[in-house]
């Protein structure tokens, strides 16, 4: 109807004078947006179906192809917005949910933008990482208040369960299902190299990665997919999902399209049928409750394992942190509401839930005023973007930080945020076979390995710059951070002082 | 010695090499202006359906049928490498008939045209191996053909 008429958004430009009709986009669109006109010898383009994923762009050998915004907009409004009207018109035809993909893109404060990092001056002596080593090593866990001797005055060193990593950063959630095999074995397989961890997600573990179990974390989400005593005894660590910061508060629904072949056995569901995570953990109504798991997990795993608790930013985190510092849980990771998804709806993801940088500087201070920060390694997740985001986290309070979004940019995703149709031409959040082979992982590790060896190389520059030549002295240090264009208020609850302060 | 292989598994049927091939053996510096408007002779030729895709180019035999059966002495090994000389190719097909993988086929100029791990031209190393966008063709040492 022409009431529901919306103009395409991109725009497919293609420059004839360098097309050689070799047909690559045509193949390589799995929207199939371009086509190949036999009579003429040309391709042509239905700019409607494009995601303007790039895939076309960046595999046209003669760069004849370039996808461009639209320009055929509405009349401009500052309140109605152009997305706004055409939203209302979308659910006037539909009347269903907006759905929508990767993380939250509309234009709140990024506070990692607006916070400078320190360096040695004169006073005090930067350090060469070249010239000087310098430690990126982390234990996540329960850490001792203090040291402890035995009766001959030797000191105890049996530690809780810790998780060790060569740098503060792993892999976040997931779930095989959401993302491909082969994205899958690409993470687990730069993991182990880079000897840190990627987490599975809540769809279970493929029988082809338990080899990679030393650095896997296992989730045990609340649909509780794939969960079973060799899962559990198969991962480094336990992670119990409360929340994602892409859809605080929501579930997942894996449709049952895409529960075939092997997603359906790692997921212990049928193929076929819907696999749909409860919003909450049907058994789990307080801290006690959560506390019984996390015992029951630690219980099954002959208390070798630490248990991580993953909460989405929400206004009361640090309470909440506070709580499941108390639970017996050994981690807590946050993920603020600028985190990815593969799915979520568009009203939750664009509305619900508060920025990483607040919520881990308020549970930083929460749980050092109580007394309890050693109970607990704090991870930090939800856009976690470059090296300098990771060492401002770590300044904040964080212990590591969880990366998702940035490893997806390495395996290939433009982030043209369509992942819930199941599309994916860079064969990373599908799960039909043609797409999924585009995704090597041999190329796919050794690009995550690139990348955070990448990071390394420049959190130590950062590192050595502000004198510090070891990840845990950094630690909570927010006099290394600085503000920018912050208020008071920001400033308090950052807990850092303003540039020039 | 380095041949090029396939891993069809990774192989996406998108065509890409038997355009950098053809480009590659143009002799122009744009593939523009070597590719575009003009039917192609590439040494590469993907085969397959729309789930298995397969890009077949010389294996380079250790002993090849190829050389043993011209008629002309075309066709010959330098290095390992199975060459030809197009100058004296009769244009007979023995080669393509006794070929076992089918890596051979009739060029532009109606001689014989073949794989030659793109040592005589321009490129200097095979391209069809640096514009697979999946690694799916490679360049390597194996132990046995």
Sequence with gaps: ?501 | MKRVYVNEQWCLGCHLCEYNCAFANSGEADMVKALKGKPIYPRIKVEGTELVNFAVSCRHCTDPMCVKSCIAGALSKHDGAVCIDHSKCVGCFTCILVCPYGALSQGETGAIQKCELCLENACGEPACVKGCPNGAIVYEERDTL
Excluded at chain 1, 14 to 24: G, H, K, L, M, Y
Excluded at chain 1, 101 to 107: L, V
């Design chain 1, 1 to 501: 109807m022409s009431v529901d008429f919306i103009y395409p958004e991109f725009e497919v430009v293609r420059n004839d004078s360098r097309c050689i009709a070799c047909r690559v986009c045509e193949r390589q669109c799995a929207n199939e947006v371009h086509s190949f006109d036999p009579k003429q010898g040309s391709i042509l383009s239905d700019e409607r179906k494009c995601v303007n994923c790039q895939r076309c762009v960046s595999l046209c050998p003669t760069r004849a192809l370039k996808i461009v915004k639209s320009n055929c907009t509405l009349r401009e409004n500052a309140n109605w917005k152009d997305d706004t009207i055409k939203e209302v018109y979308k659910q006037a035809a539909s009347g269903g949910v907006l759905l929508s993909s990767m993380g939250n893109p509309k234009e709140f404060p990024v506070y990692w933008d607006k916070i400078l990092i320190n360096a040695s001056q004169v006073t005090n002596p930067s350090i060469d990482p070249l010239r000087e080593p310098m430690e990126t090593r982390v234990f996540l866990g329960k850490k001792p208040d203090r040291i402890t001797r035995d009766q001959n005055g030797n000191i105890r060193c049996k530690l809780p369960p810790q998780l060790e990593l060569s740098m503060p950063v792993m892999f976040s959630a997931m779930s095989y299902g959401s993302i491909s095999y082969n994205a899958h074995a690409s993470l687990a397989r730069a993991a182990t190299e880079l000897g840190i961890c990627y987490n599975t997600g809540e769809g279970g573990l493929h029988e082809d990665f338990y080899a990679y179990g030393p650095n896997t974390i296992v989730q045990v989400a609340s649909g509780r997919f794939g969960v079973h005593k060799d899962y559990l005894d198969a991962g480094a660590a336990i992670e119990i999902k409360m929340g994602q910061g892409a859809k605080p508060g929501i579930g997942g629904h894996l449709p049952g399209a895409k529960i075939i072949g092997d997603v359906s056995r790692t997921r212990m569901v049928p193929e076929g049928s819907d696999a749909i995570s409860p919003a909450p953990h049907h058994d789990i109504y307080s801290i006690e409750d959560l506390r019984q798991l996390v015992y029951s997990l630690k219980e099954a795993t002959q208390y070798q394992k630490p248990i991580i608790v993953k909460v989405a930013a929400v206004h009361n985190i640090a309470a909440i942190a506070s709580g499941v510092a108390r639970s017996g849980a050994d981690i807590i990771a946050i993920d603020g509401f600028r985190g990815g998804t593969g799915a979520a709806p568009t009203r939750i993801r664009d509305n619900v839930g508060i920025p990483i940088e607040l919520a881990l500087a308020a549970v930083d201070q929460r749980l050092r005023d109580e007394g309890i920060r050693n109970n607990v390694s704090l991870v930090a997740g939800g856009s976690i973007r470059c090296a300098s985001d990771v060492v401002k986290a770590i300044a904040l309070g964080a212990d590591a930080c969880y990366i998702a979004t940035a490893a997806l940019l390495a395996l290939g995703c433009h982030l043209c945020r369509t992942c819930q149709s199941g599309k994916c031409n860079w064969g990373i959040a599908t799960q039909r076979p043609e797409l999924v082979k585009r995704l090597n992982p041999d190329m796919g590790a050794q690009r995550l390995v690139n990348l955070l060896t990448a990071w390394k190389h420049e959190i130590k520059e950062l590192l050595g710059g502000m004198g510090i030549n070891s990840i845990e002295a950094l630690k909570g240090n927010r006099l290394m951070l600085r503000g920018i264009g912050l208020n008071e208020k920001e400033l308090e609850i950052l807990g850092i002082s303003h540039a020039g302060e």
